[in-house]
């Protein structure tokens, strides 16, 4: 069977920006070695008004292939981070947290990516190099001792050692082998869409956060920025219904004179939000990446950051093994990726999913203690120390280790809103490394 077919050394199932950028990278390094890329539909540039927040140590990835300076020519680097809270209705926002920065002299922490540009550019490098199957209904996936092997629909059997699934939160290939998800309902829609504003952003991004969820303005190229927010699913179409005038009032509400205001220029798009990792990210003779292995709350901006990052640990083993000669498809090469790959992405899904939980609740208690872990010039504990931005996120502290034991011994009322303090503390020291986000994270060191 897996003999009469048509034979890869590498079949993507998926052309969205996790397999396209995948299907690129084998050809980069290793000359010769043969991709296909399998898509339901035909591939184009996605009709996707979002943007993505790409960081410094994942921008890289893009760099390695070549396709990086014509996203950043129509892209826009974020230089700092500004987070608000308060009650709708103030003009001005109280600000609660702020970060700037560089991860390298002059290096911005992340870029505003338009979906639509990383798209175009990608494809333009796939159609170049890649053999494109597509579109293709893939029917059934097999695998023995040597291949995997795909029959579509039509009876065309394609052949390789192994197979990707790179096609997304539903991953038909991860259902056929039969891999389980954790999966959970936020009962949110991700509302997004762009706006041009009267004030310069100055690269500024801002994250206020509301009763009803967290509401980030990213800045784009001009005097423009892309808006994700999150509303329940109840409420969010009462959004989705209105005209943009209406909705612009509703984000001056929210944004208050931040940036002056706004027009909306793009139709409001709903999302709805679900965290489902994977409970398995191999099988055998497949690997799962991006959303097929992983969908986590957009709160961080985090979802494609770790799909590229599992591209670039996926890239690593399977070219390394193909340069030795070893079977690039076995056992041993997947598990490797897998033990790369598993600890970063739960440790971001529990992160944007404490995020979530902590800043979309309007109670008075807790957003007194939020205002008092993370308000800037609030009296510190006088053990409490400055977090280093290149530890491991603060939990191995010990003063901090300290307080939240010691915080154990309160009643239980006050030991809730402590534990949410600290927890605040914790998962705001992680989003900023999110952010920054090292080469060295990316590679697994
Ligand atoms: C509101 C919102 C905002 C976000 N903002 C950010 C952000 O700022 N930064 C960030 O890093 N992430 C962000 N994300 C997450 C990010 O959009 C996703 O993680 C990313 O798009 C996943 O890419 P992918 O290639 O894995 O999957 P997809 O983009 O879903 O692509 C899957 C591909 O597989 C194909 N396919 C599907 N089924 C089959 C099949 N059976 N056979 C063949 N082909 C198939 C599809 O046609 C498609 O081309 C956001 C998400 C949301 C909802």
């Given at each position: 069977?897996?003999?009469?077919?048509?034979?890869h050394d590498?079949?993507?199932?998926?052309?969205?920006?996790?397999?396209?950028?995948?299907?690129l990278a084998p050809v980069q390094s290793a000359r010769g070695i043969r991709v296909g890329l399998v898509d339901r539909r035909p591939l184009s540039v996605p009709r996707d008004n979002r943007a993505s927040a790409i960081a410094a140590g994942v921008r890289r990835v893009f760099e390695a292939l070549g396709v990086w300076p014509d996203?950043?020519?129509?892209?826009?680097?974020i230089t700092a981070m500004r987070i608000?809270?308060?009650?709708?209705?103030?003009?001005?926002?109280?600000?609660?947290?702020?970060?700037e920065g560089d991860v390298a002299p002059g290096e911005a922490f992340a870029h505003m990516v338009p979906n639509r540009v990383s798209g175009q550019v990608l494809l333009d490098a796939v159609a170049a190099q890649i053999e494109v199957i597509a579109p293709a209904e893939i029917a059934a996936r097999e695998s023995d001792a040597r291949s995997a092997w795909l029959v579509l629909a039509d009876g065309r059997v394609l052949v390789?050692?192994?197979?990707v699934a790179a096609d997304g939160g539903q991953s038909a290939l991860r259902q056929m082998a039969g891999i389980h998800v954790v999966e959970h309902d936020y009962r949110q829609t991700g509302l997004v869409t762009t706006i041009a504003h009267e004030l310069p952003h100055d690269g500024v991004a801002y994250e206020h956060f509301r009763p009803a969820g967290p509401f980030a303005?990213?800045?784009?190229?001009?005097?423009?920025?892309?808006?994700?927010?999150?509303e329940s699913s109840a409420d969010a179409p009462r959004f989705l219904a209105m005209d943009k005038a209406a909705l612009a009032l509703e984000i001056e509400a929210v944004m208050g004179s931040t940036l002056g205001a706004v027009t909306v220029e793009d139709d409001l798009a709903g999302f709805p939000l679900r965290m489902r990792i994977a409970r398995d990210f191999v099988a055998t003779r497949l690997a799962l990446v991006g959303d097929a292995a992983h969908v986590v709350h957009p709160i961080a901006g985090r979802g494609l950051n770790l799909g590229l990052k599992d591209v670039a640990a996926l890239a690593e083993v399977v070219i390394e093994a193909v340069r030795l000669g070893l079977d690039h498809g076995g056992d041993d090469v997947l598990a490797h990726y897998q033990g790369w790959r598993r600890l970063?992405?739960?440790a971001m899904a529990m992160v944007t999913d404490g995020m979530n939980r902590l800043f979309s609740n309007d109670a008075a208690p807790i957003r007194a203690v939020r205002d008092f872990g993370l308000g800037p010039g609030r009296p510190r504990r006088p053990h409490q120390g400055r977090h280093d931005p290149h530890s491991g996120?603060?939990?191995g502290q010990w003063p901090e280790a300290a307080e939240w034991a010691a915080d154990l011994a309160r009643p239980p009322r006050q030991r809730l809103d402590l534990i949410r303090l600290h927890a605040a503390r914790f998962i705001q020291t992680q989003q900023r490394h999110a952010f920054v986000d090292g080469e060295g994270q990316a590679r697994g060191h």
């Open positions: 069977m897996a003999s009469a077919g048509q034979t590498v079949l993507i199932v998926g052309g969205g920006p996790v397999g396209l950028t995948l299907a996203m950043a020519a129509q892209s826009q680097p608000t809270d308060s009650g709708l209705g103030d003009i001005s926002r109280p600000l609660f947290l702020s970060f390789a050692p192994p197979v303005s990213l800045p784009l190229p001009g005097n423009r920025s892309s808006l994700v927010w999150t970063d992405t739960s996120g603060g939990l």
